[in-house]
C-alpha cells in the first residue's frame, strides 16, 4: 500500500453527475449538502420507506419499525457521530485541512447519507434482498434465450448450444460480472442506482446528488467480481455498485479523491465508516427494542447479553442502569416495569455507544485517512462484544421466530412470482425477435411497469448503443439492462403493494 492520504477538501466534492446551476436565488443560503438533505427528504423514494419493512415484515402495529422510521433514527445519530467527530478533530488539531466549515459539511452529508443508506432495498426487509439473489441464482442457468441469427457470428456458441434454435441460457450470454450483479444482488448497489438514475428529478441523472454524499454511501467500494468475504478487509465484504454504474462510480471516486491514481487502490470514504456504526447501533438497538415490544425478547435475556462485556465497569454498569431502571419502573406503578426500564435502557446504552464509536474514529483517524483502516469502528472497544451479542439476540429471538418465517415464506412466493413473471415478459422485450417472441400475456405484464423505468432502460440502453459499434455486445448489455429493470421494478415496491398486487394477479380477494 502507498503513503497516500485523503484530504477533506477533495472528500467534501460538490461534483454531480450533471451539475449544478450557478444561479443563486435571493435568500438561499444553503449549501450543496443541505440542499441535497431537502432534495431527498422531498422525494417520493424516501416516503416509501415508511412502507417496507425493518424487521417485522407487513407489519399493522404503528409502535414497530419501518425502514423510515429507522432511516430517521440513523440520520440522527449521524449527525451526532458528525458533530463529536469534528469537535475532537479541531480540538486536537488532528488535521489543518478541516475546520468548521468542513464540520458543517460533513453533518450534513451524514444526515443525507444516513436518510438514503436503505432506499434501495426491495420489500420483505433483507429476506427481500436473499430471494432476489437466490431466485437469480438458480435461474440464470435454466433460462435460455433465443440468439438473433445475425449475430451468430459473435455468438460463439459452446457446442452444446449449436443447434437449430441457437439458444442459448442467460448465463452463457452476460458476463461474469453481469451475472455476479444479479446473484449476489445488494440494496446498497441498488441505492446507488436509485438516486443516480431511477429517481426522476429532473432528467435520467436521478437525484443528482453531491459526490461526497454518493461516496459516503458506498459502503463496499468494489465490484461483485471483486467480493471477498475471506479478506480481513471489510471493503470486500459486498458490491458497492452495479456493472451498469461502473463510470459514475469511477467519476466519484476520482472526485473524492478515494482513488489512489498511482496503485489504482480505492478505500472507503471515511464518513462511511460514521455512516455504518449509526447505522449498527440504530439497528441493534432498535431490533432489540421492536423485539420485547412484540414479545420475542426479555429482560433476563438483556441481562445475559451484558456479561458478554469483557470491560468489568461497563458490564456492572449497564447492569445496574438496567436493574434500576425496571425498579423505577416498578416503583411508579407502570403497566410494565420491565419494558419500561428496557426502553430508558436502550437510550443510555446508545449514548455510550455513540461515545465510544467517535473515540475509536479518532483514534484510528490516521488509518481512516490513509486507507488502511480495514474494520469498523467497533472492533477492539468495550463494546464490541455486547453489539454482536446484541445482533445474535435479534436474530436467534426474532428472526428465527415462526411468526416471522411465516411472513418471510410468504415473501418469498410474492417476489418469486413477480421475477419469474416480468423476466419471461421481458426477454425479447426491445430485440428484432420481440414481435415473433412477445406472447400477449407477456405484454401485458410490461404494460403494468411504470413508464419511468422503461424509459430509464431505453434512454441508457440507447446511449450504449451508440458507442458501441459490436451487435452482441449490444444484445448482451441490453438484455443485462431488462434484467436490472425487473429488479429496480421489484425495489421500488412497497410491502404492502407488493402484496396487493400480488393478491391482484393471482385472483386472491
Same mark, same amino acid.
Given at each position: 500500500m502507498s503513503n497516500y492520504k485523503m484530504n477533506w477538501k477533495t472528500l467534501i466534492s460538490r461534483d454531480s453527475q450533471r451539475g449544478r446551476t450557478n444561479v443563486k436565488i435571493v435568500g438561499d443560503l444553503r449549501t450543496p449538502f443541505?440542499?441535497?438533505?431537502?432534495? /431527498?427528504?422531498?422525494?417520493?423514494? +424516501?416516503?416509501?420507506?415508511?412502507d417496507k419493512t425493518q424487521v417485522f415484515p407487513l407489519e399493522k402495529n404503528d409502535f414497530i419499525r419501518t425502514r423510515l422510521t429507522h432511516s430517521i433514527e440513523v440520520s440522527s445519530f449521524a449527525r451526532s457521530l458528525a458533530q463529536s467527530v469534528s469537535s475532537k478533530i479541531i480540538a486536537e488539531k488532528l488535521d489543518y485541512d478541516f475546520g468548521y466549515e468542513e464540520a458543517n459539511h460533513i453533518s450534513n452529508i451524514l444526515a443525507s447519507a444516513a436518510l438514503l443508506h436503505d432506499i434501495g432495498n426491495p420489500p420483505f426487509g433483507h429476506f427481500g434482498e436473499d430471494t432476489i439473489r437466490e431466485w437469480f441464482g438458480r435461474n440464470l442457468k435454466e433460462i435460455e434465450i433465443q440468439i438473433p441469427l445475425e449475430l451468430d457470428e459473435y455468438c460463439k456458441l459452446d457446442e452444446s448450444c449449436s443447434n437449430i434454435t441457437k439458444k442459448r441460457k442467460l448465463n452463457q450470454i452476460l458476463t461474469k460480472q453481469m451475472c455476479e450483479d444479479l446473484e449476489m444482488f445488494?440494496?446498497?448497489?441498488?441505492?446507488?442506482?436509485?438516486?443516480s438514475k431511477l429517481h426522476f428529478f429532473i432528467d435520467e441523472n436521478g437525484m443528482n446528488l453531491t459526490y461526497a454524499l454518493l461516496n459516503t454511501l458506498i459502503k463496499y467500494p468494489v465490484s461483485s467480481i471483486n467480493i471477498d468475504r475471506n479478506s480481513n478487509d471489510i471493503r470486500y465484504k459486498k458490491m458497492g455498485y452495479y456493472f451498469a454504474e461502473q463510470d459514475l462510480f469511477n467519476n466519484i471516486v476520482e472526485s473524492t479523491g478515494t482513488k489512489d491514481k498511482y496503485t489504482g487502490d480505492v478505500y472507503?470514504?471515511?464518513?462511511? +465508516?460514521?455512516?455504518?456504526?449509526?447505522d449498527d447501533i440504530a439497528y441493534c438497538t432498535a431490533d432489540v427494542e421492536d423485539g420485547v415490544k412484540k414479545g420475542f425478547i426479555n429482560f433476563d435475556d438483556?441481562?445475559?447479553?451484558? $456479561?458478554?462485556?469483557? &470491560?468489568?465497569?461497563?458490564?456492572?454498569n449497564l447492569r445496574d442502569k438496567l436493574i434500576y431502571f425496571k425498579q423505577v419502573g416498578i416503583e411508579n406503578n407502570y403497566e410494565n416495569p420491565e419494558i419500561y426500564g428496557i426502553q430508558r435502557w436502550i437510550v443510555s446504552l446508545q449514548a455510550i455507544f455513540l461515545n465510544i464509536v467517535s473515540n475509536s474514529f /479518532?483514534?484510528?483517524? &490516521?488509518?481512516?485517512?490513509?486507507? $488502511?483502516?480495514?474494520?469498523?469502528l467497533f472492533k477492539n472497544t468495550e463494546i464490541e462484544e455486547i453489539v454482536k451479542e446484541l445482533k445474535k439476540l435479534a436474530t436467534r429471538k426474532v428472526f428465527n421466530s415462526k411468526n416471522i418465517i411465516k411472513i418471510e415464506i410468504a415473501a418469498n412466493n410474492i417476489l418469486s412470482f413477480f421475477l419469474e413473471n416480468f423476466i419471461n415478459a421481458f426477454l425479447y422485450y426491445d430485440t428484432d425477435l420481440e414481435e &415473433? $417472441?412477445?406472447?400477449?400475456?407477456?405484454?401485458? +405484464?410490461?404494460?403494468?411497469?411504470?413508464?419511468?423505468?422503461?424509459h430509464i432502460y431505453k434512454f441508457y440502453s440507447s446511449q450504449y448503443e451508440k458507442i458501441e459499434s459490436n451487435k452482441f455486445l449490444v444484445f448482451q448489455y441490453k438484455l443485462y439492462l431488462r434484467l436490472l429493470l425487473v429488479t429496480d421494478y421489484v425495489c421500488g415496491m412497497t410491502d404492502s403493494y407488493a402484496k396487493s398486487l400480488y393478491q391482484e394477479l393471482m385472483g386472491i380477494d
Open positions: 443541505e440542499k441535497d438533505y431537502h432534495r /431527498i427528504l422531498s422525494s417520493a423514494s +424516501f416516503r416509501r420507506l415508511q445488494e440494496g446498497n448497489a441498488q441505492a446507488i442506482r436509485l438516486v472507503r470514504h471515511p464518513l462511511t +465508516f460514521l455512516l455504518e456504526a449509526a438483556l441481562l445475559e447479553c451484558i $456479561k458478554s462485556i469483557k &470491560d468489568n465497569n461497563l458490564q456492572n /479518532i483514534k484510528n483517524y &490516521d488509518d481512516i485517512m490513509n486507507g $488502511k483502516m480495514k474494520t469498523d &415473433d $417472441k412477445l406472447h400477449s400475456i407477456n405484454q401485458k +405484464f410490461i404494460d403494468i411497469i411504470s413508464d419511468n423505468y422503461l
